[in-house]
């Protein structure tokens, strides 16, 4: 009997947590659908935006670090 009890309470617990799964991405999906999607202009023009702030970002990082191995081989000389 109490063998019994225990299967059936490790029963529930494993149903419980399906069921909290299921919810979450039952609520997941809800605000998926309340969000506004860019269209592939929108998103074409991001990406070129995105990748030139990166270029410029590795450019101005790039002459930094060379400024400062300059600065380092004047003064150390």
Known sequence: MEESKKKRSILMMILNFVNTIREFFKGTL??????????????FQST?????????LATYVALADQVRLLINFLTTS
């Open 30 to 43: 809800e605000e998926l659908s309340k969000c506004s999607w860019p269209n592939r202009q929108e998103l």
């Open 48 to 56: 070129i935006l995105v990748i030139c702030a990166v270029i410029l």
